[in-house]
């Protein structure tokens, strides 16, 4: 018998961090287990509640373990895809399940996922939204990293003296931007040749999800990604012809495994990948790091944001984020 526990969990972070919807100094997050009392196998998972996708903790939590009776009486890791829809809650008991079956198998998930051996993958590290000299002296902290993404999303001249302030704190480094859903057609237009001038390589999410339509109607020259309005497979129909990317978050397709099909199909279809996270620990980063391997962009810096994180961490070097060691996950 598998059984099923849940619980929200805080860690603090390093500074305030912010996007155009708000800041944070904590990161909460729900941490599943689920145990085989047989066995005495443990599985693992972690996701992040999203009040963006109407998600909140204890709702995320009531959902997950509201599949505890089930999952006891043998709801398994398939059932599981049409048991919950996709996000936070769907996302920690896949996760968990993929754990589990790989103690119990003693294979890695990469092998029972037919995937080869994971290497380590450069990721991005997130600059969050600031004023301007803030954000270069930030820039200029970490201009060794090869990759910054720099959060807007205020109006277009703000937005153009803080990337100017950030390319001069670390003029070597690639430049990816998110405006996080901020910016209007009008600021999209005015930014583009900002963006092409300070050698930025990659826009996200500059238009509100409910509003994108218009980017099939503007010329983009350079790559944009879709990150708030792409969140499984069914979504790929609606991105054609307004992005050039997808942004693949765990806690929007609601695990690996659908995350892994999701690769699959924007890959098929033409897309450039892009695998992101929400600010939580080494154990929610794990599987994303698998579903990095080839992809375009990878931004998996959520421990690196944080002041504390779990007992097995990710290791983070000058190669990247590195594969989990077995006793984090998988």
């Known amino acids: 018998m598998i059984e099923l526990t849940a619980r929200p969990e805080e860690f603090r972070l390093k500074e305030v961090f912010t996007i155009s919807r708000g800041s944070r100094t904590v990161a909460t997050v729900v941490h599943v287990m689920l145990r ?14 999203y009040a ?11 959902d997950i373990l509201s599949c ?8 398994d890791r398939e059932a599981l895809q049409s048991r919950l829809p996709a996000g936070a809650a769907r996302n920690a008991i896949d996760c968990a399940f993929w754990d589990l079956e790989a103690k119990t198998a ?14 380590p993958v450069v990721t991005a590290y997130t600059l969050s939204l600031a004023a301007p000299d803030a954000m270069r002296e930030a820039a200029g902290r970490n201009a060794f990293r090869p990759l ?18 950030v390319r001069a704190g670390a003029p070597d480094a690639t430049l ?7 910016w209007s057609v009008a600021d999209y237009r005015a930014m583009a040749p900002e963006l092409l001038r300070l050698g930025v390589a990659m826009v996200e999410q500059p238009l509100p999800a409910g509003e994108d339509a218009a980017l099939a109607d503007i010329e983009r020259p350079l790559p944009v990604c879709a990150d708030e309005s792409c969140h499984d497979r069914a ?5 054609k012809g307004r992005y050039d990317m997808v942004n693949i978050k765990l806690d929007k397709t609601g695990g690996l495994t659908e995350a892994l099909a999701l690769k699959a199909e924007a890959v098929a279809q033409g897309y450039g990948i892009m695998v992101g996270c929400m600010v939580g620990t080494s154990l929610a980063m794990a599987p994303a790091v698998l579903v990095a391997q080839g992809a ?11 002041a504390e994180d779990r007992e097995t961490p990710l290791d983070y070097d000058s190669a990247g984020v590195h594969p989990p060691k077995t006793a984090l996950w998988g």
């Open 36 to 49: 085989d009392t047989e066995s005495g196998y443990v599985g693992h998972g972690e996701c992040v509640p």
């Open 52 to 62: 963006r996708y109407g998600e909140t903790v204890e709702g995320v939590v009531e």
């Open 68 to 75: 505890r009776a089930e999952i006891a009486d043998g709801l």
């Open 106 to 119: 003693v294979r890695p998930v990469y092998t029972l996922a037919g995937i080869e051996a994971p290497r």
């Open 148 to 165: 910054l993404k720099i959060k807007l999303g205020g109006n277009s001249d703000e937005d153009v003296a803080r990337l100017e302030a």
């Open 176 to 182: 990816i931007v998110d405006a996080n859903e901020g």
């Open 235 to 239: 979504s790929l129909e609606g991105l």
């Open 296 to 306: 375009t962009v990878a931004d998996l810096d959520g421990p690196l944001l944080l």
